[in-house]
């Protein structure tokens, strides 16, 4: 059998869980019911109190640590953060990751059967918000028999997950860790998720959202998305540091193919991309993160929207992160404070932009390791009484 | 007749004037014969000494100012800035501007017969460099009987421009003026580019440049590529008090119709541009912005590219421009600094980010106008002596 890195949770399957009862979602539709794709690392204890959920961002899944098969060359999203002796310590804490509602790894979503109509939702998918996927996340814990989260994680859209638990079920959850998010997209965020809607929608081999009938696949509206995103998740200076103005050939080719390493690069991710997401997904994860704003329900004053949070807060930021840059995380440290809430904030140098959630920066994991193993000590104190 | 405003340069009739030499490019093609379209305001004095060369950035054309019909209901793209009395006072100044090689109103470019096969160029349009419209701007001078310019004066692309004509024609400007621009595009300048180009060319209706025998229009990609462009020349904070996240019709749709202010102006935006632009002069234009960076022959060191030229600079950048950011401006004052150039700097205060230079802002154009207003004093003393 092969070996696997020591701090690796090694071979993972995932496992799908049905769930019966409907779910009414923020639209005013109801999946009557669904199927969510899990996977967990480590052992709930006795008390169920050391239970972690793992939020994913926009082209996330639940498969975040170890591997699928001894064959596999990358690990789960994540791995740098979860496993034995990590940030997220699989000796200490029973970690659950999942892939979530609207997705394209296993839980219901676009791609998936209708049960209605035996073919591949597809476009009739509905739309959903942030606020349906912590509705559904609680559902799987009380299926897990987790009452309360000893924290909910995410980066990205994933923290924007974290701070919506903290809101719509302040008892579930002793703490909320946000990581590279916002508390609302902003207006420019909103522009380059709708131009990469754009590109998807006009592309014909789109076909209204039914390709899988027709046999196709959205591919350069993908790869299109994919490159305008993976622009916003670099800075500006690591992109310098790594591709520079640098030629593939060495000089200039006065014609049109990729000649400057960054083309190369951006459309072999473009490309990779568009092989294995699917595009209606893809729709459904930018509404998401633009409808994504709970102060709006409290006269856009997001202390008043927490106010009635009960949990702990670890917010992390990055330097270079232009897409939720350090203010914006600063934003909810603000409200939080205001609220009269418990928050640490960190700030961390790095030179990788948004990207840099998903890096083992040292700074970051020792900063991220320590609050994580704070909560592991009380826990496991607490639970030795 | 309609009545213009006072401080128009009126009705305008542009001119084409036919260029019968070859012009070698720097990609070693040559263009056997070619035309440039022009338009000029104000009058040349005897002297000739007086003339201010306009360079147009990417989107650009010969229509800087003034008025085409007496239904025209906008002036030409920098009438804030050319007329009787304004910045570049054209009761003082003989103003000329053109439109480049490759462009798409008028001047010899893929949308233009190509003589040697009676069809439009379309893709066979060399690729031309900023060194290559330099060189046929000097002809055009030629052919005006200007020896040298008071001022080559140009924003963005524009500016690069005349940077360009400092290091290749020193002895033919005395002023070189250069707005919201940069000494060579970034590694994420360029990647924008190529998502830009990639939406265009990838486009079905493109079929490889050749959409002018088909009938048909890449209007897709050229959209997408105006919305990515779009969000490059408004600041985030710009955006922001402009659209905010306001929905147009006031509640989340739930669907993936346009519902954000910002969703509908960039369509729109990218709509229209997609009906009035080509798409073959886009991707020239792009690579045009990719290829400059004249410090490239000489070790990379842009104070060594600088030492011949003879001109005073004018520079300005705009505080929230992220496309070309006033850092960008500041390398290319610090080069001059290092040659020993003389060089006047300013940085404005604006909101509008890479567009501000396109805007009256009153500082901007009272710093431009004490400028250009002292070119015009000293030659109008030196010429009355």
Redesign the interface.
């Known amino acids: 059998m092969k070996d696997f890195p020591e701090d690796s949770v090694g071979l993972v399957v995932p496992q799908t869980i049905h769930f019966d009862q409907p779910l009414t979602l ?4 109801t999946l009557p019911h669904y199927d969510l794709v899990v996977e967990t690392y480590g052992q709930l204890n006795a008390q169920a109190s050391n239970a972690i959920l793992i939020c994913h961002a926009l082209s996330g899944h639940h498969h975040a640590a170890g591997y699928h098969t001894e064959e596999d060359k990358k690990p789960g999203w994540w791995d740098s953060a979860i496993g034995p002796g990590k940030a997220i310590d699989t000796n200490r804490f029973f970690v659950v990751s999942l892939n979530n509602l609207g997705g394209c790894h296993g839980s219901s979503g676009p791609n998936t059967l209708n049960p209605e109509t035996g073919q591949p939702y597809g476009p009739d998918f ?2 959903v918000t942030v606020a349906d996927w912590v509705q559904s996340q609680a559902g799987l814990a009380d299926h897990l028999g987790i009452e309360q989260w000893a924290a909910v994680v995410g980066g990205s859209l994933g923290g924007m997950q974290a701070l919506q638990w903290s809101i719509d079920f302040p008892e579930r959850l002793r703490h909320c860790v946000i990581i590279a998010a916002a508390p ?5 965020n ?3 998720n ?2 990469a ?3 998807i ?2 592309d ?1 081999q789109f076909h209204q959202g039914h390709y899988y009938a027709q046999g196709s696949v959205p591919k ?1 509206g993908l ?2 998305a994919r ?2 995103g993976h ?1 916003t998740y ?1 800075s ?1 200076d690591g ?2 540091e ?4 640098e030629l593939r050939s060495g000089k ?1 080719s ?3 193919n ?1 000649q ?1 390493e ?2 190369t690069y ?2 072999y991710q ?1 490309e990779r991309f568009s092989a294995t997401f699917d595009a209606n997904t893809y ?1 459904l994860m930018t ?1 998401a993160l ?2 994504f ?1 709970p102060a709006a329900d409290y006269d856009n004053n997001l202390a008043l929207a927490l106010k009635q949070v009960q949990c702990d807060f670890f917010v992390a930021s990055f330097t270079t992160d232009w897409r939720f840059s350090p203010e914006r995380s600063r934003e909810i440290v603000d409200a939080l404070i205001e609220a009269g809430k418990k928050v640490t904030y960190t700030e961390i140098q790095a030179a990788h932009g948004h990207d840099a959630f998903l890096i083992p920066i040292p700074r970051y994991m020792e900063v991220f390791s320590a609050y994580m193993n704070r909560i592991a000590d009380t826990l496991e104190k607490h639970d030795a009484r």
């Open positions: 923020a639209s005013g539709r509905p739309i609302k997209l902003s207006t420019q909103i522009a380059f709708e131009v809607r754009q590109a929608s006009k014909p350069t790869m299109l490159m305008v622009i670099l500006e992109m310098r790594k591709f520079g103005r200039l006065f014609d049109f990729p400057f960054i083309e951006l459309q473009g729709l509404k633009d409808y704003d």
